[in-house]
């Protein structure tokens, strides 16, 4: 039986952890919140006194936290994982973060002699509770080999993408692109709604185009045009503003890194940055908010 | 047997003709190309000496033409068709013009007891030859059901958008769209190259994930990724990055007239702007050469 | 003594008319307001049944109207001056237009044997009130200096630009350039106080550093750095954002004509028309409302 | 006597400490080139083994370093100078760095009992040579009193911004000011050279109107305008497009950290980043080189 250490057990850490346990893995969890850690034992996991007590004796471990810092702060230093564990648990770290602390964190791993992934996801948090998750992964495919059962776990088959931090960077420049297909399909159905054409009518009419995108079809900002859509449900659920301007600037961080131009995504955040300036409410709404910026239908 | 007035016989005017001609339709054409003419007229069309004595007897008039300034001259003022005839045409504009230039000679003809619509054209060259293009129709629907039959001709079903100029507002929207989604895709596919993932891996990626979208999958920017693209045969064919200009010309024309915002587009319209600028062969390419702003590999 | 015809007295025409009446040229004027012509016959003016018959008899006219089709009406067509007047008064326009109707006008001016130039003004109403407006002139010199008399009259020594248009141009790119520096001004002093800058401080070191210009200076658009701004005045007086969308569409217009690429200044229109697409009190503010875009304080 | 520790001799750092030993200062001085340090010598600093053996008896310790690691690297940390040094010298960073890396390094000095400002330079080679350097100055009122008369003997008379950072973010809100500025005044000019006017006649009429600004006037980007500039000299000398791109970068972060929208200085900083990519030997040129992104003219 194969032991787990799982760090995190936020929105997105708590279901993957009981989707773990399901398929029979045996979980130390440790999370800042004992209400979260509490939740967790009742569905069969230890709760550990601290990151280093869960890992302590485990054969992987799995972090799933919010940002840099976080990671940063688990493992490196002289008080992160990397320099107090004694046994050498596989590291698969889920959180989204960018390529450059990920890559960071992997050096500092492999001098150690540890093994490493990154492995951030999709999905969302439905993603998380239905076992639906993808995964993109960076590091030695040997090592990714090794991860694949315990991912499967918890999503689809991952990809392996490409060396320490490869995950990371193929996360952020796939939702960098999902920003931009929204807002050039709010920007083309805006024109068209304007010149008097059905928003259902050129949906469809572009949907058999070149126009053709995701966005336009299965997450459509125009309210009505799908009833399913977070555009036809007042921007509730969805992907967050405030998770997409995250996202993005991980995104536009990368790109300064090496030195990547970006003048599409660079002119989203800002409208984005200015949509939340304009209207804090902005931020905890599905990002296809983003249309009232164009219209007010 | 219908008889069909047919001005304009460039390089998608010409195999139109054809296509009509083939399924049966007796058609009279004009160019100013004497040329152009002679070679409709070995595949069985007669040649008229002016646009007007084309249009003498026909039931439906078909022009394919340029620009604006081109279908404005045709069918406008004293010396205009919508003045000059006696006979009542329908009239089917196929030429690419603005949503504004549509709906002033939809109103001129109008007024002088003409149907008419809008239908431009999506499938470029090769459509035309094949008689496969996509056309989207603006106008009275009666009128359209009426024409129905002869754009089968040289064609797909087609889409009925809305009143008039809405079939030239459905294209550019489109074809605003589908320049974002080409420009987005360098965009992501640029950082990911530069983080190191391999352009065919991070294609993968994003046709599975929420970057998927029409250009990724069938006319993917990066050089070796799919080799009938033209970004794998040095620019050659698709869609010159002069129409793609144009297209985008007439989007802000549209977007001014109706007050929707395009932060995008004009984006994007300023950066093939520059690159014809700097480098004006530029012109001539496949609009994906665009990916040279971006990345020299 | 010099005999006027004056067409179009609105808020800036009239104050116009009325210093040339002042230095003691006759006028007679027209605009389809009667109540504007009655206001001008208060101060020594003729009221004309029509602009032909003001200008039947005059060595000069002058037109103040509001955008090209007025302009293109008034003197092209069958119905235009430049058809029905048989004396050949010399032409002024003030309006602001784009500079390619301009070119229009004064080439078909030049076919009948009229002189002609364009001289649109800056300085607004209160430089047309005290008769300290700019004029930008386009057209032949020596055409230009008949007319530099007059023009004295209503302001400040009139720069030569270069030929028809030329006028036109000057002031758009004038125009377009103090947009951006209006902008660019906001933007920077949004990070500054977002950094814990004092405004009046990042005022006074960018006003001695390579940040300083004319907004900065003279029109500063953060509330309470300068009293006399309409930003210390809920935005008050000043120039319209409305007005600033026009001169911007004719900027972009001009550019698209020319191929001149404007990536800042239709980034700055789009922001514009976002701010009025969320809030349509904002047309008739100073356009440094914009700063609401960058920061609520 | 004064003593003072100079750590960083490049460019700009060793004709800065030129003119503190004029001024009569005693200094020790430490650079990792040890061809820079015998320069120095020959000037009379006494060259130092370490930093650190430089800071062991000064009272002030004045750093003029590349860039934020640099900085972080020589005061941060177990070898940093904030933990070895036991006097407390009054430490002033000279260098150009990020607000928040300032505020970093302000707050470790400020925990154990160091007094410091963050003071950078505008003026470059030419104004650290003859000593007329601009600096802004973030840190304590009281501090910044106790440095004015060292920074005197290198510059003008200091701005005091506010406190830790406010000088880093004051320069890097000029500089991106001055970004923008020159932009605008490229796009204006282009605007109106390919509308026929002359270069000088429009940077004359310019000056006199609402586009008035320090680029136009000190640093005119079109070649001819004015001898003295860059543009006129093969862009030479003037400021590198590198460290334009290093200056806007660090506003972008800054941008980003407290959360305000940069939508020109992002569009302009994709520019260059992507002129650069065309031609790599933009990076050594005057940043006013932008202006072939324009007109080949």
């Given amino acids: 039986m194969v032991q787990i250490a799982f760090i ?11 989707n773990l346990i399901r398929a029979g893995h045996s979980l130390k969890v440790f999370d800042l919140s004992q209400k979260a850690m509490k ?20 054969d992987f471990i799995i972090s799933m936290l919010p940002a840099d810092p976080q990671v940063a702060g688990l493992y490196l230093g002289e008080e ?10 596989v590291i698969m ?7 450059q602390t990920a890559r960071l964190v992997s050096e500092a791993a492999s001098e150690k002699g540890f093994r490493m992934i990154d492995a951030p996801v999709s999905g969302g948090v439905i993603g998380a509770t239905e076992g639906s998750l993808s995964f993109m992964v960076g590091g030695d495919v040997d090592v990714f080999r090794e991860c694949e059962g315990i991912l ?25 692109l999902a920003a931009i297909l929204m ?10 709604h304007k010149n008097g054409i059905d928003p259902k009518v050129i ?5 058999k185009s070149s126009g053709q995108n995701f966005m336009l079809e299965r997450w459509n900002p125009w309210p009505g045009v799908d009833e399913k859509t977070p555009a036809s449900n007042d921007y509730e659920g969805g992907f967050q503003s405030s998770l997409m301007l995250k996202d993005l600037g991980l995104a536009l961080d990368s790109a300064r890194a090496v ?3 970006t003048p599409l995504a660079s002119t989203i955040r800002n409208l984005f940055s200015m949509h939340v300036q304009l209207d804090e409410s902005v931020r905890g709404k599905d990002f296809s908010i983003i249309r009232e910026m164009y219209s007010d239908t």
């Fill in 203 to 207: 949906t469809g009419i572009m949907l």
């Fill in 39 to 58: 939740a967790l034992e009742g569905d069969g996991a230890v709760a550990a006194e601290s990151a280093a007590a869960a890992a302590a004796d485990a």
């Fill in 93 to 99: 770290d889920c959180s989204t973060i960018s390529p």
């Fill in 80 to 89: 992160g994982l990397i320099s107090r564990l004694e046994n050498r648990p």
């Fill in 8 to 18: 995190g057990l936020g929105n997105m850490g708590a279901p993957m952890a009981r």
């Fill in 259 to 261: 030195d990547s131009p």
């Fill in 183 to 192: 807002v050039g399909t709010v920007e083309a159905m805006s024109l068209a």
């Fill in 152 to 176: 499967l776990a918890m999503g689809k088959t991952p990809f392996h993408v490409g060396g320490a931090g490869a995950g990371q960077a193929a996360k952020i420049c796939n939702n960098m």
